[in-house]
């Protein structure tokens, strides 16, 4: 029995972890419209793009 309560316990700490981790479809969608305008900058040479090197590290960290 004790165990099932450490079992229980522990699925629902994972259950909240996993939630956490998550981000919802107006987080994913502003992401995606920022981009867009980003590049639509680039296109119009208002703004400089980043070099493939800098931006690989920007992943990295």
């Not at 699925?11 to 981000?23: F, G, H, L, S, Y």
């Not at 208002?46 to 920007?58: G, M, R, S, T």
């Amino acid at each position: 029995m004790i165990a099932l309560k450490r079992l229980v316990k522990y699925i629902r700490r994972q259950k909240k972890a996993v939630e956490k981790e998550t981000i919802g479809k107006e987080e994913i969608l502003a992401g995606i419209e920022a981009s867009l305008i980003e590049l639509e900058l680039i296109r119009a040479g208002k703004k400089k793009a980043k070099d493939i090197n800098e931006f690989l590290d920007e992943l990295q960290d």
